[in-house]
């Protein structure tokens, strides 16, 4: 959602320095007769002036960078969409459009979505496809941003034919193709590492296979290891997943037995998997993605954020979902929520809590009437854009924040 954060002379006085610095102000204003030729060659500009100029250009950058996670868009015509409660979205930026699983085990077909959006009779658009045999139920999708051949991979399950589990969409009538799974069993979960290109699934078969896709919609799926017949079975219900420079992760909260927040580490390189858990937390957990902007993972349960690099088990940071944000908020109160590049989203029945860089006050978005919640929300994002599905006494109604990448 956005690039990195700089901040620059945030302290009021120097705390280090030579002589006669520490204790005086870290910035100050240039004098206007420094200010109208700004820096000239040959002479000195003082280091408090400049200091003054990037910390303040850095403040106004921020509010800029705050603006889509502040305004929001509604997709009116929307009230019969069936929406799946944990699926990603997908956007592909090389076609203008963002792919969503139905929900409610629609068959046969997902749900599309256009930047400028002209619904029919008041309906989501439906993207059809026609499987061999059997029905095609979709439980992730994931885009392929290429801009010679733009697509997105689809993930899912056939009751009649458990191989025909995967489809690759190229859009406008090009080309849809049901692709023969190599394993047999319903494929739940989809990523894509965001340094290398390369897509990961995770299937339901007697062996939680873990297929792999490669960067380009040319390439084809093939077996990447096996997590073990006693590995928990992928769900797309429950379960979620993110990969970055050759490291896979599947989050998930243990049940039954012990409950415990999750996550499976996965080298795709020489295939090797651990189950870790490390956070000592029983909240269930929402989602997990990696942030190349500030380059490391987070986990977003109903209590915490948690941020960590290669492996969560060398250390990790807490960030909790608390007051004094809002009176009814806390971590029992979190209904749902997302992650987005930068940090997270997440609400309770009234308020819409978006946090534009992980550890900052998140900015509130009060959305109902106190003291009346509702469960059906859901927040998703779909790799450039944040989506919520607000259930109105079971009328759905869709927003969409503003993109900024």
Not at 132 to 149: L, M, N, Q, S
Not at 229 to 256: D, I, R, V
Not at 306 to 329: K, M, Q, V, W
Request: charged share 15%.
């Amino acid at each position: 959602m956005r690039e990195k954060r700089l901040d620059i002379a945030t302290s009021t006085n120097y705390a280090t320095g030579g002589a006669g610095v520490v204790g005086t102000p870290t910035k100050v204003a240039p004098p206007a007769s420094h200010a109208t030729d700004g820096v000239v060659p040959g002479l000195a500009f003082g280091s408090q002036w400049e200091n003054y100029i990037h910390h303040y250009l850095q403040k106004q950058i921020e509010i800029s960078s705050q603006v889509p996670f502040r305004n929001w868009i509604e997709f009116t015509g929307m009230s019969s969409i069936a929406y799946a409660q944990t699926s990603r979205f997908a956007f592909n930026k090389y076609i203008g459009m963002t792919f969503m699983v139905r929900g409610s085990g629609a068959g046969n077909s997902w749900y599309y979505l256009n930047e400028l959006p002209q619904p029919s009779a008041g309906a989501p658009q439906t993207y059809p496809v026609t499987p061999a045999v059997g029905t095609f139920v979709a439980r992730g999708v994931a885009a392929i941003e290429d801009p010679t051949t733009p697509s997105w991979l689809v993930v899912g399950s056939n009751a009649t034919d458990p191989t025909k589990t995967l489809w690759k969409i190229l859009p406008f009538g090009v080309s849809d193709t049901e692709v023969v799974s190599p394993v047999s069993g319903a494929v739940e979960l989809i990523c894509k590492d965001k340094t290398t290109g390369y897509f990961y699934a995770f299937a339901a078969d007697a062996n939680r296979s873990v297929l792999v896709h490669g960067p380009a919609t040319s390439d084809t799926w093939s077996v990447l290891g096996q997590r073990g017949a006693g590995a928990p079975a992928p769900s797309a219900a429950n379960m979620y997943c993110a990969a970055a420079n050759g490291l896979l992760y599947l989050a998930y909260t243990t049940t039954p037995g012990s409950t415990q927040a999750t996550v499976e580490k996965i080298t795709t390189g020489a295939f090797t998997r651990t189950a870790l858990t490390p956070f000592s937390s029983t909240s269930a957990i929402l989602d997990v993605i990696f942030s190349p902007q500030i380059g490391a993972f987070m986990l977003l349960t109903k209590a915490n954020t948690y941020r960590f690099f290669s492996d969560p088990a060398l250390g990790f940071e807490t960030f909790p979902h608390s007051t004094p944000y809002s009176n009814a908020i806390g971590s029992s109160w979190v209904t749902s929520g997302c992650l987005h590049e930068t940090g997270s989203v997440y609400q309770d029945g009234n308020v819409l809590l978006v946090t534009s860089w992980l550890g900052d006050a998140p900015h509130l978005a009060y959305f109902a009437d106190f003291g009346i919640p509702s469960s059906s929300h859901v927040l998703r994002f779909d790799g450039s854009a944040i989506w919520m599905i607000k259930d109105e006494s079971s009328v759905p109604r869709v927003f969409r924040s503003l993109r900024s990448n």
